[in-house]
């Protein structure tokens, strides 16, 4: 597995994860969607290096 494809992979997951804990905690939805966006940003960019 390619470095930045590992790198960007767990990115993603703690965005992910980080996005879930401040939604649970009641942050504002534009911060929580902020941080999904990113997140997902993060996961297509892993998808693309994982395919190159």
């Known amino acids: ?3 930045s494809t590992l790198l960007l992979t767990i990115l993603a997951i703690t965005l992910a994860g980080v996005a879930f804990h401040a939604w649970r905690l009641g942050n504002e939805k534009r911060d929580v969607a902020l ?3 990113f997140s997902g940003l993060c996961g ?3 998808a693309v290096t ?3």
């Open 50 to 52: 994982a395919i190159l």
């Open 1 to 3: 597995m390619d470095t």
């Open 44 to 46: 297509v960019g892993s």
């Open 35 to 37: 941080l999904g966006v």
